[in-house]
C-alpha cells in the first residue's frame, strides 16, 4: 500500500517562503511522476506542479510559475515544493499525489493519479 505523507506547511507573511515535503511510500518511488495539488476553502482542488519519473520535464500552473520550484530526491523517496513569494491567494491544504502508471511525465488532469496524500495547511497573510 503506497503512503504519502506532506510536511511543512504553516503560517507565512505574503512574500515569504515555505519548503513542502513529500514522503513516499510502499511501491519504487523512483518509478512514478508526482504532483502537488492544493484546495482553497470553498473551492475545487487544483493543479499547482508535476515532476516525471526521472525528474526531468516539470509542469506548473500557470499561478505559480516563476515563484513555485517542484523537485523530487529519488535516494529519499522524497518530492518537494520550494514556494518564494507566496501570496494571500496561495493560501490552501496542499496535497501531494503519485501518478498511477510508471514511467510517465508530470500531468496536470487528477485522474491520472491515484494516491493521495492527507493534505497540509498553507496559510499566507497579508
Known amino acids: 500500500q503506497v503512503q504519502l505523507v506532506e510536511s511543512g506547511g504553516g503560517l507565512v507573511q505574503a512574500g515569504g517562503s515555505l519548503r513542502l515535503s513529500c514522503a513516499a511510500s510502499?511501491?519504487?518511488?523512483?518509478?512514478?511522476?508526482m504532483g502537488w495539488f492544493r484546495q482553497a476553502p470553498g473551492k475545487e482542488r487544483e493543479f499547482v506542479a508535476a515532476i516525471s519519473w526521472g525528474g526531468g520535464p516539470k509542469n506548473y500552473a500557470d499561478s505559480v510559475k516563476g515563484r513555485f520550484t517542484i523537485s523530487r530526491d529519488n535516494a529519499k523517496n522524497t518530492m518537494y515544493l520550494q514556494m518564494n513569494s507566496l501570496k494571500p491567494e496561495d493560501t490552501a491544504v496542499y496535497y501531494c499525489?503519485?501518478?498511477?502508471?510508471?514511467?510517465?511525465?508530470?500531468?496536470?488532469?487528477?485522474?491520472?493519479?491515484?494516491?493521495w496524500g492527507q493534505g497540509t495547511q498553507v496559510t499566507v497573510s497579508s
Open positions: 499525489a503519485q501518478q498511477k502508471r510508471p514511467y510517465g511525465l508530470g500531468y496536470k488532469s487528477e485522474p491520472e493519479y491515484d494516491y
Open positions: 510502499g511501491r519504487t518511488f523512483s518509478n512514478y511522476a
